[in-house]
C-alpha cells in the first residue's frame, strides 16, 4: 500500500502560483501518481495523472523526480475557485488501495 | 456526457431503520467503486464491481452493509439495521475498462451525506 504523506493545509492569494508536494516513498515500478481535487459537497475530480518527469495539462503541471519518491502539483495563477481540497493517490488499476490520506487543504485568499 | 449520479444526495434516518443509497456509474464504465468517509477519517475504500460481478469487498465493514449492481449497470448500497458510526459521506466512483498501457481514471458521484440519528 503507498502511502503519501501531503502538507495538510497551505494559504495563497489569487494570481499566485501553487506548488504542492507529495511524498510517496514506498511507490512501486508501476504505480502512476494521480491527483485529485475535492470541492466542498462535491465528489473528488480528476485533475492530472504522470508516471515520470513532468506532465502538464490545461488545468495544472505535475513535477515527478527520476526517484519518484515526491511529485509536486503546480497551479498557475490560482484564483478563490481553486479553493479546496487536494489528494496525491499513488497506484495503478488498484482503487481498492489507494490511500487517500487527509489531503492538502488549499486556500486561496483574494 | 452525464457524470456519475448518486441518489439521495442526503439522508436522514434514525438508529435500527433500513438505508439505500443508489449509484448510477458513466454509462459503459464496467469498474464501480463505492467509498465512504465518516467523520474526521479519510476516505476509504469499501467495495468494488467489474460488471455486476463483485471483485473485491474487503472495506465494507460488517454484514449489515450491503451492495449490489443488477446486470451491471446502477449499484444500491444497503445498509440494515444503521447504526450511528454509519453516519458520513458515501462516494460512487467508476472508470472504463482496464488498459494495461495506461492507468485508468475514476470519476466519482457527487456523495451521498448518511446521518444516522
Known amino acids: 500500500l503507498a502511502k503519501t504523506t501531503q502538507p495538510i493545509s497551505m494559504d495563497s492569494y489569487e494570481g499566485q502560483e501553487v506548488n504542492i508536494t507529495c511524498s510517496h516513498n514506498?511507490?512501486?515500478?508501476?504505480?502512476?501518481i494521480t491527483w485529485y481535487q475535492q470541492f466542498p459537497s462535491q465528489g473528488p475530480r480528476f485533475i492530472i495523472q504522470g508516471y515520470k518527469t513532468k506532465v502538464t495539462n490545461e488545468v495544472a503541471s505535475l513535477f515527478i523526480p527520476a526517484d519518484r519518491k515526491s511529485s509536486t502539483l503546480s497551479l498557475p495563477r490560482v484564483s478563490l475557485s481553486d479553493t479546496a481540497v487536494y489528494y496525491c493517490?499513488?497506484?495503478?488499476?488498484?482503487?481498492?488501495?489507494?490511500?487517500f490520506g487527509s489531503g492538502t487543504k488549499l486556500n486561496v485568499k483574494p | 456526457e452525464a457524470g456519475v449520479t448518486q441518489f439521495p444526495s442526503h439522508s436522514v434516518i434514525e438508529k435500527g431503520q433500513t438505508v439505500t443509497l443508489r449509484c448510477d456509474p458513466i454509462?459503459?464504465?464496467?469498474?464501480l467503486y463505492w467509498y465512504r468517509r465518516v467523520m474526521g477519517k479519510e476516505i476509504k475504500f469499501l467495495l468494488h464491481?467489474?460488471?455486476?460481478?463483485?471483485?473485491?469487498e474487503s472495506g465494507m465493514p460488517n454484514n449489515r452493509f450491503l451492495a449490489e449492481r443488477t446486470g451491471g449497470t446502477y449499484s444500491t448500497l444497503k445498509v440494515q439495521p444503521a447504526e450511528l458510526e454509519d453516519s458520513g459521506v458515501y462516494f460512487c466512483?467508476?472508470?472504463?475498462?482496464?488498459?494495461?498501457?495506461?492507468?485508468?481514471?475514476?470519476?466519482f458521484g457527487s456523495g451521498t451525506q448518511l446521518s444516522v440519528l
Open positions: 514506498n511507490i512501486a515500478t508501476n504505480d502512476y
Open positions: 454509462s459503459g464504465h464496467d469498474n
Open positions: 493517490l499513488v497506484g495503478r488499476h488498484n482503487f481498492n488501495k489507494f490511500y
Open positions: 464491481f467489474v460488471k455486476e460481478s463483485k471483485q473485491d
Open positions: 466512483a467508476s472508470s472504463q475498462d482496464r488498459d494495461s498501457t495506461t492507468n485508468e481514471k475514476l470519476f
